[in-house]
C-alpha cells in the first residue's frame, strides 16, 4: 500500500505538474473557467497487481484530484481512494518551444490530502502499523494533510502549500500539459505539451 501510495505521489509531482515545486505565493486565483468540469483518466495498471483510475474535478479556483486503487484490472474492487485538493491561479498564455503552440500557466498549490481505506484487511493492516499516526474504519474519510510528509505515512517530497507551475491547453475533449522533461522558460513553467490521458466527461 505505502508503495503504491509513494509511487502516485511522485508521479503527481513529476508528471502530472511537470514542473519544479517553488514555496512562494501564487498569482491572485481567477476562475478555471476553460477547465471547469470533470476530468477522467482510464483505468491501468500502477504497480505489480494493483490497479488505478484517476478523476480531475475543477470548479472556479479549486481543484480536486482522486486517485482510486484498485485490486483488479477492471477497476471494480476498490481498496482505498486518495482525495487531494488544491487551488488553482490561472496565468497568461504561453508560447510552446515549437513556437505555435500556446497553451495556458496555471499556478497550483497543495491544500490538503484524505485518505479512505475499503476493506476491513487494509484496515486492519493499517491500524496494526498506526499509518499516518490515525485511527482507521472502513470507508470513512480521514485527514491526512499534516502527515503526508512523514514516512511513516506517504513520505512525500513537498510539503502542504507547495506551489507547483504548469500549463495546459484543451483539444476537443483532451487535456493536454507541460510533459515534466521539457525545458523550462523564464518563469518556470514547461515549455512542451504532451497528452495527459484525461478526457472531459
Given at each position: 500500500?505505502k508503495n503504491?501510495l509513494?509511487?502516485f505521489?511522485?508521479?503527481?509531482?513529476?508528471?502530472i505538474?511537470?514542473s519544479?515545486a517553488?514555496k512562494?505565493?501564487s498569482d491572485?486565483a481567477e476562475?478555471?473557467t476553460f477547465?471547469e468540469?470533470?476530468?477522467k483518466k482510464?483505468?491501468?495498471?500502477?504497480?505489480?497487481?494493483?490497479?488505478?483510475?484517476?478523476?480531475?474535478?475543477?470548479?472556479n479556483t479549486?481543484?480536486?484530484?482522486?486517485?482510486?486503487?484498485?485490486?483488479?484490472?477492471a477497476?471494480?474492487?476498490?481498496?482505498?481512494?486518495?482525495?487531494?485538493?488544491?487551488?488553482?491561479g490561472?496565468g497568461?498564455?504561453?508560447?510552446?518551444?515549437?513556437?505555435?503552440?500556446?497553451?495556458?500557466k496555471?499556478?497550483i498549490?497543495?491544500v490538503g490530502?484524505?485518505?479512505?481505506?475499503?476493506?476491513d484487511?487494509l484496515v486492519?493492516?493499517k491500524?496494526?502499523?498506526?499509518?499516518?499516526s490515525?485511527?482507521?474504519?472502513?470507508?470513512?474519510?480521514n485527514d491526512?494533510?499534516?502527515?503526508v510528509?512523514?514516512?511513516?505515512?506517504?513520505d512525500?517530497d513537498d510539503a502542504i502549500?507547495?506551489?507547483y507551475?504548469?500549463?495546459?491547453k484543451?483539444?476537443?475533449?483532451?487535456l493536454?500539459?507541460?510533459?515534466?522533461t521539457s525545458d523550462?522558460d523564464s518563469e518556470?513553467y514547461?515549455?512542451?505539451?504532451?497528452d495527459?490521458?484525461?478526457?472531459?466527461?
Amino acid at each position: 500500500m505505502k508503495n503504491s501510495l509513494k509511487w502516485f505521489f511522485l508521479i503527481l509531482v513529476v508528471v502530472i505538474f511537470s514542473s519544479c515545486a517553488e514555496k512562494e505565493e501564487s498569482d491572485d486565483a481567477e476562475p478555471t473557467t476553460f477547465l471547469e468540469g470533470t476530468w477522467k483518466k482510464a483505468c491501468e495498471e500502477s504497480s505489480d497487481d494493483t490497479y488505478s483510475e484517476y478523476i480531475m474535478v475543477y470548479k472556479n479556483t479549486s481543484y480536486t484530484f482522486y486517485s482510486n486503487e484498485y485490486s483488479d484490472s477492471a477497476c471494480s474492487t476498490v481498496y482505498s481512494s486518495t482525495r487531494y485538493t488544491y487551488t488553482i491561479g490561472v496565468g497568461s498564455d504561453a508560447t510552446m518551444a515549437d513556437g505555435s503552440t500556446t497553451a495556458t500557466k496555471l499556478n497550483i498549490t497543495s491544500v490538503g490530502v484524505y485518505l479512505t481505506l475499503k476493506t476491513d484487511a487494509l484496515v486492519s493492516s493499517k491500524n496494526g502499523s498506526s499509518f499516518c499516526s490515525a485511527t482507521w474504519t472502513k470507508d470513512v474519510e480521514n485527514d491526512i494533510t499534516s502527515k503526508v510528509t512523514e514516512d511513516t505515512c506517504f513520505d512525500a517530497d513537498d510539503a502542504i502549500g507547495t506551489v507547483y507551475k504548469d500549463v495546459v491547453k484543451i483539444t476537443g475533449t483532451d487535456l493536454w500539459w507541460g510533459t515534466g522533461t521539457s525545458d523550462k522558460d523564464s518563469e518556470g513553467y514547461p515549455t512542451v505539451l504532451e497528452d495527459s490521458g484525461f478526457d472531459k466527461q
